[in-house]
């Protein structure tokens, strides 16, 4: 099951109103990524996710299919964008799409985490996150050695009743995301045809001989003729 971007307005005046609050407007005005590159919407952490612009939206190289931070500008802060760097457009979904149907999104228990003094760090330790089996996110955010850590989790069951939603852009492109899993709800990839009753085949009854007239044919002068002893003697 598709679910368009336009149908879910609220979910995305959400989002916005979000960053607005985090970051008032003057401070991520503006976002730059390397010559080339273009940017990607990601909201894979669900749909309470909250925060600034540059939590949803990122750079992305289609050519070695990383995922980067852009730097962002605005006319409060003095970030200035670096040489070279331009405005990105939104990648097209020939580029980069997360998803085609929900089961293209799988809940997954975030199990490694950029260290403390990484600004960058996205989502919570042992937290549940939508992951794209096309584009798997990178737990480690880019980083390696020291930089990353990993987490047993265990004990922690974050991704219970929690289903991968593909939500779909307004260039086709999709972003997998998180929804509460709904018992009743039966997802695309498991859905199963329902059987309709089969019908049992009803027997006619067998006409009785009746007192007069004559239900056996043109053989016989009555019914009397017809049923002696049980049998059809015509």
């Not at 990601?42 to 540059?54: M, T």
């Not at 939590?55 to 990383?66: G, K």
């Not at 331009?86 to 997954?108: A, G």
């Not at 056996?216 to 003729?225: F, I, K, L, V, Y």
């Amino acid at each position: 099951m598709k679910l368009l971007l336009s149908t879910v307005l609220a979910l995305s005046l959400s989002i916005s109103t979000t960053a607005v609050a985090v970051l008032p407007p003057g401070y991520e005005d503006d976002m730059w990524c390397p010559a080339g590159e273009c940017k990607i919407y990601s909201i894979l952490f669900g749909d309470d996710y909250s925060g600034p612009s540059s939590s949803f939206y990122f750079c992305y190289n289609s050519v070695t299919e990383e995922v980067t931070d852009g730097v962002w500008t605005g006319s409060l802060t003095d970030v200035q964008q670096p040489e070279g760097w331009e405005k990105p457009e939104l990648c097209s979904k020939e580029v980069y799409s997360e998803c085609e149907y929900d089961h293209d999104c799988k809940p997954t228990l975030r199990t490694e985490m950029p260290s403390d003094d990484v600004e960058h760090s996205r989502g919570e330790t042992c937290g549940c996150f939508a992951d794209s089996v096309l584009h798997p996110f990178d737990q480690c955010q880019g980083e390696t050695g020291d930089n990353c850590n990993d987490y047993s989790c265990i004990g922690h069951d974050s991704c219970k009743n929690q289903r991968g939603k593909c939500v779909i852009q307004d260039n086709g492109a999709g972003a997998c995301t998180l929804r509460i899993r709904n018992r009743d709800y039966d997802d695309d990839w498991t859905a199963k045809p329902t059987k309709k009753p089969t019908k049992k085949p009803t027997s006619k009854p067998t006409p009785s001989p009746t007192d007069s007239g004559n239900t056996c044919g043109s053989s016989c002068s009555n019914d009397s003729d017809c049923f002696k002893g049980g049998f059809v003697q015509c």
